[in-house]
């Protein structure tokens, strides 16, 4: 068996082009582009890497980028809070993302808890996760739905009753992985840091979500056959002297045991951002018109 692609860059494209499409329409109705607040502390390359490409993104769409960079000896907690209460107040600014992980002098969940919960784009405020987790959800959260516009699209199938394994249970993707997941209708288990056997249950997975930011881990005679594999790690390693982006699983064996697979790179990373532009459309178009 050789895996079939899950391709989040060709369906990431497809999806731009969507909303650069909505994003012209709404600006021929003389309303005003969506606007995205982008703000960045400290130097780690990762980090600046995402945000490079997220402001790329916006201004291929036609979004008005708003860039907010700091070095970590620069800002304080109160001068960040401060600057998310004026762009809450900012009515030409439709999301407001906060690029992790913080400096460890900033507490991460009051600053979340700070933005506006109609520009909450990456959907990590505790009110729309509340809402996810009730089955009426709001502004979702990014990674977790870009995964299961990777699985509509590519399978168009049911997975009701399936048991879903998902490695890694982050505030960011593992835990909101889980509640997309039940309210398809699929039995989810849970591992993390603490659990036991881990190998043993992913061997019972239909489909296996991995976010557990460890280079190659999982490896084939992990996988049940047939098995959907969602890879969402990105690891950067050396190998023949230079560095490269790999996943969590071990990509090329298991391709001859599972039936679906997404690579890393050009799985859900691309589809990360283009959901974060559709969350941003969708706060916009549910803003008071300008």
């Known amino acids: 068996m050789q895996a079939k692609i899950l391709d989040g860059r060709s369906l990431s494209r497809e999806i731009i082009q969507e909303i650069k499409s909505k994003v012209l329409e709404r600006k021929n109705l003389g309303q005003v582009a969506p606007g995205l607040a982008v703000i960045q502390i400290g130097s780690d390359p990762a ?8 402001r790329q993104a916006c201004v291929e769409v036609g979004f008005e980028s708003f860039n907010y960079d700091f070095s970590e000896s620069e800002i304080s ?21 906060i690029q992790l992980p913080l400096p460890s002098f900033i507490n991460t969940s009051r600053i979340i808890d700070a933005i506006d919960i109609r520009k ?4 990590f405020h505790p009110y729309n996760l509340g809402l996810l987790a009730q089955r009426r959800p709001g502004l979702r959260p990014c990674t977790p739905k870009g995964v299961m516009r990777l699985l509509d699209y590519f399978l168009n199938q049911d997975l009701s009753g399936l048991h879903a394994v998902i490695l890694g249970a982050s505030n960011i993707v593992g835990r909101p992985m889980g509640l997309e997941l039940l309210m398809r209708g699929l039995t989810v288990t849970t591992c993390h840091r603490l659990s036991k056997n881990i190998p043993e249950i992913v061997k019972t997975a239909d489909v296996l979500i991995s976010a557990m930011g460890q280079p190659e881990k999982v490896k084939a005679d992990w996988i049940k056959p047939g098995a959907i594999v969602i890879d969402i790690g990105i690891n950067r390693v050396i190998k023949n002297n230079q560095e490269k982006l790999v996943g969590d699983i071990d990509f090329q064996a298991v391709s001859e045991i599972a039936s ?6 050009g799985g859900v990373g691309p589809m990360t951002v283009a959901m974060l532009l559709e969350n941003t459309l969708e706060a916009a178009e549910k803003s008071a018109p300008l």
């Open 120 to 123: 909450d784009v990456d959907g």
């Open 77 to 97: 907690e109160q001068d960040l809070l401060n600057l998310i209460f004026n762009l809450n107040q900012n009515k030409n600014i439709h999301g407001i993302l």
């Open 260 to 265: 679906w697979i997404s690579p890393v790179p």
């Open 47 to 54: 980090s600046k890497i995402y945000v490079k490409n997220k």
